[in-house]
């Protein structure tokens, strides 16, 4: 489908509509990623503590690997950084000593309770603006959407 679009000069331009979702979609994570507090470590280590710190149960290696859709030595290389700043702890499972629970210290706690209205601030505004029914409906279709493309990702990893 092609969309007319009028440019900075005035003119109409033709924009095919999937680049014009491309673009909306990738104004949409730029807006929300600068909305996010400055933070000590790097954003994908501050969703790991808030998983941490928001869960009821302790989590191990895998078990987040598998929340985030990332392989075990991604979240390794996290834990490695979190330790050695003091936002966690690695604890061996009774079961298996290999593998460890990952224990949020009270730095990441701290942290997490710190910054978590930041991160929770961009879909505040849009459910207060957009109204109930159209937030859920965005949420809807954008769970909608990742399942198509994680399906897509998961057939071309076999």
Not at 97 to 120: C, H, M, N, W
Not at 126 to 153: H, P, T, Y
């Amino acid at each position: 489908m092609i969309v007319n679009q009028t440019n900075y000069s005035g003119g109409t331009i033709l924009k095919d509509i999937k680049i014009e979702a491309a673009e909306t979609v990738s104004l949409f994570c730029r807006l929300n990623q600068r909305v996010k507090k400055e933070l000590p470590i790097r954003s994908s280590e501050m969703g790991l503590l808030i998983l941490l710190v928001t869960s009821k149960e302790r989590i191990s290696s895998v078990e987040a690997a598998q929340f985030f859709r990332v392989s075990k030595p991604v979240i390794t290389a996290m834990v490695k950084t979190l330790t050695a700043k003091g936002y966690l702890r690695k604890e061996p499972q009774s079961h298996d000593r290999r593998s460890f629970l990952l224990i949020p210290e009270q730095k990441a706690v701290d942290l997490v309770t710190e910054t978590y209205g930041d991160y929770l601030y961009t879909m505040t505004i849009l459910q207060e603006s957009m109204g109930e029914e159209a937030f859920e409906d965005m949420i809807r279709l954008l769970a909608q959407a990742n399942a198509v493309i994680q399906k897509e990702e998961d057939r071309k990893n076999g």
